[in-house]
């Protein structure tokens, strides 16, 4: 049998993990340097066999894949997926109801990443790291901790055999610390790049470095329409060659614009009563609730307003005939867990939710009309 060489080993690492491919190649480097003997070498070849197959192993584990057809993103999927074999960087900008959040991480293992190592997806907001893994794992038809899991602030519920792992973009920036190739990622998608947080600024440029030492590395960046060719002239080679952009439409639902009189008569040009928020979101709903069925959503700017809200709208269903049936539902980033989620767990009855702005990207509440 003939000893392993330098060559045949090093052949192999493009067939192991990111990971392993980094510590075996360091290892395979060190024995050429030193002249090994055929023991070490021997020994080496073990290792390179083990990583080869730690890599087969996650092969077999692939995921089954499906897009929601009713998702503008999914018809797009094969055309992202050609463009991010073919690009380290791809810009995909769309609007609110693409359902880019929730597939792009599909149509990347579709495009044969995370073969080597973790589909990396950031999101702005805990709330929506955790509740878009729960998404993509219900339809995936898999667990959280399996083929999905998430890291926020004191949760880890990622897996070790774990294609996707949706985290907080500070999440990802705090990685860098201990890791600062990101070996554990074969790609990265940064959702809701156009927010523009200290975060989501320092990890940009961040990849756009680590991108030039890691050309195995893909990176994807979604965006709002006015900020993709921004993002694409910053991860181009130059300004003539930007990062390709593709475009995909939102689902759009008619809106009907109203205005609420506030404190008395619409039609006196006199009225110059104001109407507390609060006061006002309790006789919208009133208004809205005798219309029809459908849950509510309510923006408000803090926790207080919310709780004032809330026992302004109590107090004002006990007065109510319907107000039995009613759910009043909080939405914040310091709720728990699992009272954040049961604005996204099926409804017993009409609802209405008071939420801050962490409902405003990467989330669906369901039942809202």
Request: aromatic content about 6%; hydrophobic content about 40%; glycine content about 8%.
């Amino acid at each position: 049998m003939p000893m392993p060489d330098y060559a045949a080993l090093a052949a192999r690492l493009p067939d192991m993990l990111v990971a392993d491919a980094r510590r075996v190649g360091a290892r395979l480097e060190d024995a050429r340097r030193r002249r090994a003997g055929p023991e070490a070498w021997q020994r080496l070849a073990d290792e390179v066999a083990r990583a080869v197959e730690r890599r087969d192993a996650r092969l077999a584990s692939r995921p089954a894949i499906a897009y929601p057809p009713e998702l503008p993103v999914a018809q797009r999927a094969d055309e992202i997926a050609a463009a991010i074999r073919a690009h380290p960087v791809v810009i995909v900008c769309g609007e609110t109801g693409s359902g880019k959040t929730t597939q792009l991480p599909k149509i990347c293992i579709a495009a044969g990443r995370g073969e080597r190592g973790l589909i990396g997806h950031t999101q702005p907001r805990r709330i929506a790291a955790r509740n878009v893994a729960a998404r993509i794992a219900q339809e995936m038809r898999t667990s959280i901790g399996d083929a999905v899991g998430y890291k926020v602030r004191f949760a880890d519920k990622t897996g070790p055999g774990a294609w996707l792992k949706i985290m907080t973009d500070g999440i990802l920036l705090a990685e860098t610390r201990g890791d600062r190739d990101l070996t554990a990622y074969d790609t990265i998608i940064v959702d809701e790049a156009h927010e523009r947080s200290l975060n989501i600024d320092f990890l940009l440029g961040y990849l756009k470095q680590l991108i030039a030492r890691r050309p195995d590395l893909k990176v994807v960046i979604t965006s709002a329409t006015l900020d993709a060719d921004r993002f694409a002239r910053h991860f181009g080679a130059d300004d003539a060659h930007p990062a390709p952009v593709i475009e995909v439409s939102g689902r759009l639902y008619p809106v009907e614009v109203r205005y609420r009189a506030a404190g008395g008569d619409p039609d006196d040009e006199e009225m110059d009563d104001e109407e507390d928020v609060e006061e006002a979101i309790v006789d919208a709903t009133g208004d809205l609730w005798r219309e029809g069925p459908g849950d509510i959503l309510a923006f408000l700017p803090g926790e207080r307003e919310i709780r004032e809200t809330a026992d302004l709208l109590r107090a004002d269903f006990k007065r109510r005939p319907w107000g039995a049936g009613a759910e009043i539902l909080p939405l914040y980033a310091r709720l728990s867990p699992e009272d954040q989620q049961r604005v996204f767990a099926p409804s017993r009855g009409r609802r209405i939710v008071l939420a801050t702005n962490v409902a405003e990207t990467s989330l669906t509440v369901p039942g809202i009309r």
